[in-house]
């Protein structure tokens, strides 16, 4: 599995638990689909829990300022920031 | 009308007759109005516990240093219970009643949302470290965690006999545990009420605000347009209540009427408020109800002003929605830019701020810090006290985490219409 | 001489009174009144052992908690609704719905702006207070999860069932510990009878975590083994030394009588009379010994009431075992009835223990007629209280009822419930 698609597994997983999604099979959970709003419906406060697991799960620090709905407007779209974050800091986790 | 009284005009008006304070600008009354006018922020570096592993590291303390009269049983009493304790013997103090012939007619009614949780804290720190090592804790005191603490400090501290209540509605306590004095005042419940609210800076509301993202790692900006969160504080503030017939029999001097009271609930986010205010203006609806004013005779506003994005936006939309044409000409300030959110006992303090600026004729300032917000079209008072000598009636407003909101109106003493 | 707050006031030429249409509750007993009313005619305590494994726990202390077993609300409470929600905040808004059911009150006309909340609460959620302390104590303040602070505040649960049922009246949280739920109906049924509000729904809800468990053993609050002696609580017993800790949620609708009336509602009870005190001779977490005022106040709410003492049928008692909490009940007892004789006193907490509003359910079935079993744990008379509960056996099905909440701390509390029919 390349990188990338490990990250967007290990975010779907993370959505399920942190976020007490019981019953969601995290493999179902579109990458594209909205995460806030429509789709899974999710708020802002759920914007926050997934960003103190995103840092405890990735090891990356996330700004006040960056918790928005542009990052985290989907799994593809929070995978894609994640990774940036991850190759700034040298991590080898980060996708090529 | 929602939340408010609806026969106001068969009940008997309500005198404010004594106010107390401990907050971080210090112990007493007089050092809390003179930092309010200063417009100088008491937030800033704190040391009430380590806050190094936290997202920000200023905040609005008491100087415990500068206690002035120490209870007897001080090491049985928590942080809170001594700002309580305190702000309710200056405000009995101040409205020089005799509490000996009335104990048993004497209400206290209180609002706290931390209790013990400062001391609570420590000891489970300690607890969770000698079962770590395998040994039995060392027996230090576990002060009572229950936000009840300092309401029932005060009560004991000053040998009360009638009703004792704590209500923990988050920010709007304190304002809920004064509206609740005034109805069960005006009611016949009890003949003084001693109202009001205690928190203190503790770590589980300091984490948690940062959890959520709502704390300003600068000193808070109250309906700035760069307002990024807000800043926590603690104290306590006490009114003495009683009906205006009584105070004015016993030769006190009333300081204001309590002339309306209201509270409602968003019921609609536990943390965001609703976008358009819809709560917290119906509460403000109900409290110019119950003091047979129109919006257009409130003088100013103390608002709840907490600095978030969120919260500002939508009180700014509870004026604009009551007032209407009027908001943006009506002068608004916050006590929390300049003594930290208190949270429990906001209300309250905030109560005894628009009091005091009823009776010296003047709003007290914000910070002038920041920048105006397009969106926010407030009159707000920054930088210098605003004079308003003609000032008559004010609204104090909270809108509490959860979704409570609470609204009160005070009236100058000597302007109420005996018609109303 | 202190006046109390009768709930019968005139309002114009009508009559204005405050009655209970509605009752929710789920307990250690199990869910609704018929599992409750099982347990109270049965006359034993519903415990199961606490959780000691955080080695929390001192040793050769309390073991046995008065919990919920049954955890599963989403009957009342789907699951999407109730995914972030604390326990204590499901509890809440299923005892409400339940209550609401039984008033015949639909979703739609359940919110709204004359609906309020009066909800009691001692401890708020204890499981997400423990489990954000721990975070923030032991991995640091930025482990700190959201979830846990938003849901963490006593008025938590007060909020959720707001937003549950959409109401936006007046949303009260009181945190005034044994004689808190007393309160939270007074001043619901208040905000009723003076048109503050069109309903209200109050009550008590209350979660007991192995941690809550252990510091209030720690405290020495818990009755515990003693020698020859099982653990449990013993009310107004000579040898007690302590309450059961326990946990649940008790939801009234409180409506006025004649809108209940109109639109076909049964009338469960009508809240005849509330009064509260303080005894400032307590400690921050014990009782005191200043019954005489309290006793006081009490006789002179009971003297506004028809037929005053004398026409009490029963006393609901608050009593729980608490060494200090059950004299000085004994005692405003003892002290309210002066010579005559005390009607039947009951005492559920010694079934369903303390703090998850014990009372409140136990006091609506008392008036319908339910049977209450023999005291558990009572066998030897407290001189030094002075009150012998009720030892089982049939008994006349009162037409008005005292309930009784002297609370740790100092603050009292009294309801007078009356049959309604």
Known sequence: MSETLAIRLRIKHLLVETLHLEGSDPSKIVDDAPLFGEGLGLDSVDALELVVALEKEFGVRIQNHEVGREAFASVSALATFIDGRLAAAGNPDAGS | MPGADPDPGASRAVAVTGLGAVSPLGWNLASLWEGLRSGRTAVGPFDRFHHSGHRTHIAAQVDLTAEPERPQNKTRMTVNDRFAVAAAREAVARSEIDLGGCRGRTGVYFGSSTGGMLESETYLEALLAAVARGRPPTSSLLASQQNNGPGDAVARDLGIGGPVQTISAACASGAMAIGDAIVAVRRGEVDVAIAGGSDSLCRLTYAGFNALRAVDERPCRPFRADRAGLSLGEGAAAVILEPLERALARGARPLALAAGEAATCDAHHMTSPHPEGLGAAEAIRGALAGARLDPSEIDFVNAHGTGTLLNDAAECAAFAAVFGDRAPDLPVTSTKSLVGHLLGSAGALEAVATILCLLHGEVHPMPDDGTSDPGIKLRLVLGRPLRLARARHALSTSLAFGGANAALVFTRHGDRDPAR | ?421
Not at chain 3, 215 to 231: T, Y
Request: net charge neutral; glycine share 14%; charged share 20%.
């Open chain 3, 1 to 421: 001489m202190p006046r109390s707050c009768s709930h019968a006031t005139e309002i114009g030429t009508l009559r204005a009174e405050t009655v209970v249409t509605g009752l929710g509750t789920i307990g250690p007993c199990g869910h609704g009144r018929e599992a409750l009313a099982a347990a109270l005619a049965a006359g034993k305590p519903v415990v199961v052992e606490v959780d000691r494994g955080a080695g929390l726990h001192r040793e050769g202390g309390a073991r046995l908690a008065a919990l919920v077993k049954e955890r599963d609300v989403s009957r009342w409470v789907p699951a999407a609704a109730a995914r972030r929600m604390s326990f204590p905040s499901k509890l809440a808004v299923a005892a409400a719905r339940m209550a609401l059911a039984e008033a015949g009150i639909g979703a739609t006309e359940a919110g709204g702006p004359r609906v309020g909340v009066y909800l009691s609460t001692t401890y708020g959620p204890g499981l997400f207070t423990e489990q954000l302390l721990r975070q923030i104590l032991l991995e640091g303040a930025e482990a700190a999860q959201p979830y846990y602070f938003s849901e963490c505040v006593a008025n938590a649960s007060a909020a959720q069932l707001a937003i549950a049922i959409g109401a936006r009246g007046p949303n009260v949280t009181l945190t005034q510990r044994e004689s808190g739920p007393l309160l939270a109906v007074a001043r619901g049924a208040q905000a009723v009878r003076e048109g503050r509000v069109d309903l209200a729904l109050a009550g008590a809800v209350e979660e007991i975590t192995p941690l809550l468990h252990a510091l209030l053993d720690r405290f020495g609050a818990l009755a515990r083994k003693e020698g020859a002696l099982a653990e449990m609580p013993r009310p107004f017993d000579r040898r007690r030394d302590g309450f059961l800790a326990g946990e649940g949620a008790t939801l009234l609708v409180l409506e006025r009588e004649d809108a209940a009336r109109a639109r076909g509602a049964r009338a469960l009870a009508r809240v005849a009379w509330s009064g509260a005190a303080f005894d400032a001779t307590a400690t921050a977490s014990d009782w005191g010994d200043g019954h005489a005022p309290l006793a006081a106040a009490l006789r002179a709410g009971l003297d506004e009431v028809p037929d005053g003492a004398a026409g009490v049928g029963a006393v609901v008692s608050g009593a729980s075992g608490a060494r200090r909490g059950d004299r000085i009940e004994a005692r405003v007892l003892r002290a309210a009835w002066g010579e005559a004789r005390l009607p039947p006193v009951l005492v559920p907490k010694a079934v369903t223990g303390e703090y998850g509003g014990g009372i409140l359910a136990p006091g609506l079935l008392a008036l319908e007629g339910a049977q209450f079993g023999p005291t558990p744990g009572f066998g030897e008379p407290d001189p030094a209280a002075g009150v012998t509960p009720h030892r089982g056996g049939a008994r006349p099905i009162p037409s008005r009822v005292l309930l009784t909440g002297l609370a740790s701390g100092g603050a009292a509390a009294w309801l007078v419930l009356e049959r309604a029919s």
